[in-house]
């Protein structure tokens, strides 16, 4: 097997692996960068104008662009013991798969983001034994060192367009009311994720109101997806919605079909966004995301699909101007 993995690779390195992946239309500025898990393990794509390929040797649990010719990735590694956690590694790759650097020590990290301009990476990380996990930003320019940290669980960090501030979810209970602000069973409170905004030195968050007005909490709660200058644009259960990252409020952008929630989505180009949606069996989305969507910014429409391979899943989008 591990012969055989050599010689994909070798193959990979020569030829591209070129993959039947989702259309970009004519004339993007830009390259589509996504993740395929399968009976395959998890496979590294990039997608242009011209098509897709695979970036070989690379099989992240997460991916990011860093720049246009270099990705984040947090590739998992055998545990430390037998029967022990999957530990992961955060290194930076070009477009061949080649490591250009390791970042910290091996974790157990997650929602590794990195800044707009490069500079900076945002990425919880589990704390061994506890339940717990941490917020740490990372210097991503040489010697790669560790500049904030904040022991609190952060969830889907993504970065104000400058660089200099986070949207985050923090789990909160919702108030136990009669109307649609929130609510609880048995006297306890449900708790969601709520939108809160922190600077990059992780000083203390400041919540957003997620609801249709400022003041009020959607039902379900916020999970950001990305941070421009229109606003901070976030998944709720009824689709993609723009909030106003100073007063508070959100408006649904694109209003998904019952059956199927966002679970991720980045904006592409001027007027454009691609999600990645999911088969809505259930409240917690287990289902595979089996689906990337093309959506238009100003009104909302449905611009085309792209459905995965049967047995695929895409668990990860970015872009890159």
Known sequence: MRAMRGWWIVVCALAGCAHAGPALPPGAAGRLLYVLDGDSGRRLFVAGTAGSRQVPGVAPREARWVDGESILVVEELTPAEEFGLPRTQLRIVDLAGNTLATIGEPGQHYDAEPSPDGAWLAVGVDAQGTGDSDLEIWQLSPPHERVALRR??????????????????????????????????????????????????????????????????????????????????????????????????????????????????????????????????????????????????????????????????????????
């Open 152 to 321: 609190q669980s952060f969830e889907e960090p993504r970065w104000r367009y400058d660089g200099m501030a986070l949207v985050a979810s923090v789990l909160m209970p919702d108030p136990e009311t009669d109307d649609d602000l929130g609510g609880g069973m048995l006297g306890t409170s449900f708790q969601w994720p709520r939108l809160h905004v922190v600077r990059r030195d992780l000083g203390d968050p400041t919540l957003l109101w997620d609801g249709a007005d400022a003041g009020r909490l959607a039902p379900g709660g916020s999970l950001p997806l990305w941070w421009d200058e229109d606003g901070i644009f976030a998944r709720q259960r009824q689709g993609l919605v723009r909030c106003d990252p100073v007063a508070g409020g959100c408006v649904t952008i694109h209003r998904t079909e019952p059956s199927r929630r966002v679970v991720d989505g980045r904006r592409v180009g001027l007027h454009e966004a691609w999600l990645v949606t999911v088969e809505a069996r259930d409240a917690f989305d287990r289902s595979p995301p089996d689906e990337l969507r093309r959506v238009d910014l100003r009104d909302g429409r449905l611009l085309s699909r792209w459905r995965t391979p049967r047995g695929e899943a895409v668990t990860e989008i970015d872009w890159s101007p």
